[in-house]
């Protein structure tokens, strides 16, 4: 007698877009790797298990704060939450070279009048998760400029950074400083097809950090 075929599986209605973190999580050169230590264990004198972490807050999916680029500017703690919350773009210009510009993201935006308010750019065919990247894909400063004016106010990422590993004057993250754009970097963005989304990225409320980890997922629009 044959099988029962399987029922049909539901339609995906949220991705994780947070690479995991764990040992081995890529950072930038010099920056502090991820590690985890046990401060105690369950047993017969302790109820709990409780560890200890310590990394980089710019490791795996995570918020810049205007901080980071800018000693006058505000740590993470202390930005507005609703520019991680809410409709977003994911805009796919995999394979771009060097510099995602105004012409890998056209094809997307046929109507500039209805671009959601936040974007994000897929630029690998698979991301990096267990390596570091010296060649990353980074966004072309005039790039973010244009997103600017057509009111964009998150823009994210699936490189480690908005600028090239290589840049001492962080020509980009001086637009996000200037134009006051919000940026998600190092989103998993491999599995999500492009199209228009909910966004949910919310940072920790850092006092004084120069960025926070999210966890980073977008939902399926009603």
Request: with cysteine; charged share 20%.
């Amino acid at each position: 007698m044959a099988a029962a075929p399987s029922p049909p599986s539901p339609r995906q209605t949220l991705w994780d877009i947070s690479p995991p973190v764990q040992p081995g999580s890529p950072v930038f050169p010099g920056d502090a790797p991820f590690s985890l230590q046990w401060a105690a264990r369950i047993g017969p004198n302790c109820p709990v298990n409780l560890s200890t972490l310590t990394l980089s807050p710019h490791t795996g999916a995570h918020a810049d704060a205007p901080l980071h680029y800018g000693d006058e500017g505000a740590p993470i703690g202390e930005v507005a939450l609703e520019p991680y919350l809410g409709p977003c773009r994911v805009i796919h210009a995999i394979g771009c070279g060097p510099l995602v510009r105004w012409q890998h993201l056209v094809h997307a935006i046929p109507d500039p009048a209805a671009l959601p308010p936040r974007v994000l750019v897929r630029t690998y065919a698979r991301m990096p998760q267990d390596r570091w990247d010296d060649d990353l894909p980074a966004y072309a400063p005039e790039t973010l400029e244009r997103l600017a004016e057509l009111g964009v106010l998150l823009v994210g990422i699936d490189s480690a950074s908005v600028d090239p590993a290589t840049s001492k004057t962080l020509d980009s993250h001086q637009v996000l400083r200037r134009r006051g754009l919000h940026v998600l970097e190092n989103l998993l963005l491999d599995e999500v097809r492009e199209g228009d989304y909910e966004l949910i990225a919310l940072p920790l409320r850092l006092s004084t950090a120069c960025a926070s980890p999210v966890r980073a997922v977008l939902r399926a629009l009603a």
